[in-house]
């Protein structure tokens, strides 16, 4: 475990001085974005030498310095919001009413009210770079009555800055909706200025579309609304609203071509400078770093590769460490070399023990969640026993990760917590995540699941002759169930379950309580009152694909762990001088293959095997949607690097003789 002072510097190393890097550019851009929106703000087709003569005023203007003042301060405040809300696992929500209660949360609400602040002070910048009708919230107009000059509500102004409130709002929203938090890792890396301009485009596109969608929103939302801010704001200030102007809140006040384009322009360059911020924050944030693999002093020691690797509390660093593991596996001979070595004195293979111990920890750990996933769909959404699991004994003949004899893996027994993707690596800012069969088991007794969920686990009905408890070990093989735990019995000749194991029905003279049946009574009666609500069953109802995607959210670090794998196994047929490698070799391809099985029982599920549509204009990176198509091919890839490497000396390897076969087909190249 790192110590807190080792601790706080790879913190203050590695995130907040990434951090502050990305807000010191953010910061840097603000007088170039500022100066081509008051090119745009002040555009003059047919007058070009007064609008670039007014634009240059204006850049050099007091107000103008203010409100970069301004800005300033509201990107140092976004920067402070990337670096508490990132996350490199996604938030993935199975139902409406999950996504609904996430954005209702009261850290979500704070989140919210700071961005429509934000949001007004941007558009107040905004209006007052414009100038003419926008420059202040009060104006003077004479009264028709008296003739008397008074202070009125602007409008114009006001219209502005509430819409500034509604982008700021939305912004917060679609952090929740489309993971703008979420920071992936780039399959192929890049430099940081070379992929900032290859992503420039694409922030200025969704920052457009963006700004329109939100500017038509906000005026129809105004145009119903807007009677009810305008009279209180002008109440409480004590403003006039003044009688002779058009009011905005009408059909031909919205119809202004002026103000809407003040209002998309405003509102691309608030969506702008937000996005420009967190798109540096990526580009920092996941910036490969290079961990030592041995120390020679002994206090830098919790510094190196395997020392980070086995660390659970920080995300960021287990993330750059199996990043690390990954590139140097591929394109680092002396590093390899290093971790093939043999400590001194002693002779024995720490490093590689190391590496190799969590790196089949985590792909191990990633086959008992699929097993277990897998066993909660066939026996309709309960949890049930282990024992009588043939995958998961399957799973647990590839646990041996430090040498042929040692188990890392322990068969999960009922009412033993598993840990969910969120859980595996928790962000740097903390957070509670919910049990395993939680948000990725479809609950057919719910009276709002699908039909065709409930013929695909065989759910009985009451008709059925098979309904109740079942006593024949040969009726509960006519059940049709997936990958149940008797047909895999006998498969792979294992005993069948004894029908000890099976819960009997109660005994007559066992009636239960008139109380237990009367609430037993009232529960069916509510839920099939609700079942017939459409909104409820809306709400409740488990999205097609998001319990896949959950699953494999934080499967980026699995893909890390497959690539150090098999680039170092399959380096070490030709750079592993004393044979490292050879001693775990078994255990690798054990836990290789029992994964790829797990992985494709798991494309057989309903909506597994579905590629979701790509979302081409937000600034929320969807990468984990495809994530378990990633990793699949990862898998694949490199149990072909490994069979490809060694070819036949694979034969005298010491595995099962059903894993071999299935080694054969990658030999042949049939898989």
């Not at 405040?77 to 139902?95: A, D, H, K, Q, W």
């Not at 999950?98 to 107040?124: I, K, N």
């Not at 922030?203 to 009810?228: D, E, H, M, P, T």
């Amino acid at each position: 475990m790192f110590s807190l002072k080792q601790n706080s510097w790879f913190i203050k190393k590695v995130v907040i001085w990434r951090a502050m890097a990305s807000i010191a550019w953010s910061v840097l851009l603000l007088p170039v974005t500022t100066a081509v929106f008051v090119l745009l703000s002040r555009f003059s087709l047919f007058h070009p030498i007064q609008w670039i003569s007014e634009c240059i005023s204006l850049l050099t203007a007091s107000t103008t310095i203010f409100s970069l003042v301004i800005l300033c301060g509201v990107v140092l405040m976004i920067g402070f919001f990337n670096l508490e809300f990132y996350t490199l696992v996604p938030s993935i929500r199975c139902s409406r009413m999950a996504l609904l209660g996430a954005v209702l949360h009261p850290r979500q609400c704070v989140h919210s009210l700071v961005y429509c602040s934000m949001g007004m002070l941007v558009m107040w910048c905004a209006s007052v770079t414009i100038g003419g009708r926008y420059s202040t919230l009060g104006t003077p107009c004479k009264q028709s009555e008296s003739g008397e000059f008074v202070t009125c509500l602007n409008e114009y102004h006001l219209f502005l800055l509430l819409a500034g409130a509604f982008m700021g709002y939305s912004h917060s929203f679609l952090g929740v909706v489309q993971n703008i938090y979420y920071v992936s890792f780039q399959p192929i890396q890049q430099y940081k200025y070379p992929r900032f301009k290859s992503c420039l485009p694409t922030v200025v596109k969704c920052s457009v579309i963006q700004s329109l969608y939100s500017a038509r929103n906000f005026a129809a939302l105004y145009f119903f609304f807007g009677y009810v801010p305008k009279t209180w704001i002008a109440s409480t200030l004590n403003l006039q609203i003044d009688s002779s102007l058009q009011p905005l809140d009408t059909l031909t006040g919205l119809l202004d071509f002026s103000l809407f384009y003040h209002l998309a322009i405003s509102g691309t360059f608030l969506y702008l400078t937000w996005y420009l911020t967190v798109l540096l924050f990526r580009i920092y944030a996941i910036e490969a770093y290079s961990f030592p693999v041995q120390s020679t002093f002994t206090e830098d020691a919790e510094q190196c590769l395997p020392k980070v690797l086995a660390e659970k509390n920080t995300s960021v660093m287990k993330f750059l460490a199996l990043q690390d593991l990954a590139l140097l596996s591929q394109h680092s001979l002396s590093r390899r070399l290093e971790v093939f070595s043999l400590s001194q004195p002693g002779g024995h293979p720490h490093n590689w023990n190391a590496i190799s111990k969590e790196c089949l920890s985590l792909l191990s750990e990633l086959t008992q969640r699929l097993v277990a996933h897998q066993d909660a769909v066939a026996s309709n959404g309960r949890v049930k026993s282990q024992s009588a699991s043939s995958d998961t004994r399957s799973a647990s003949s590839s646990s041996s990760v430090m040498s042929g004899t040692e188990d890392i893996l322990e068969t999960p027994r009922l009412g033993v917590p598993l840990r969910t993707p969120g859980s595996v690596f928790k962000s740097s800012m903390g957070g509670a995540h919910s049990a395993l069969t939680d948000p990725f088991t479809p609950d057919v007794d719910s009276p709002f699941s699908s039909p065709a969920i409930r013929r695909l686990v065989g759910q009985q009905e009451p008709q059925s002759p098979f309904f109740g408890t079942v006593q024949s070990p040969h009726v509960m093989r006519r059940g049709p169930k997936l990958w149940s735990a008797s047909t895999d019995s006998q498969t792979n000749g294992s005993p069948l379950a004894s029908p000890a194991t099976v819960p009997s029905p109660p005994a007559a003279n066992q009636k239960p309580s008139f109380l237990t049946q009367w609430m037993q009574n009232r529960r069916e009666q509510v839920k099939s009152f609700l079942a017939k609500r459409v909104l409820i069953v809306y709400l409740f109802n488990k999205l097609p694909e998001a319990s896949s995607q959950a699953l494999f959210a934080d499967s980026q670090a699995h893909i890390w762990a497959l690539q150090g794998l098999s680039h170092l196994v399959a380096a070490s047929f030709s750079e592993d001088q004393f044979g490292v490698v050879q001693t775990t070799l078994p255990s690798i391809l054990s836990c290789l293959v029992v994964l790829l099985e797990a992985v494709d029982r798991h494309f057989k599920l309903p909506h597994a095997s579905s590629k979701p549509a790509r979302t081409v204009w937000s600034i929320g990176d969807s990468s984990y949607k495809t994530l378990r198509f990633a990793l699949r091919a990862a898998l694949k890839t490199a149990i072909y690097k490994i069979t490809t490497t060694f070819g036949e000396h694979l034969n005298a390897v010491n595995i099962s003789s059903e894993h071999r076969k299935r080694l054969q087909q990658f030999l042949e190249f049939k898989e």
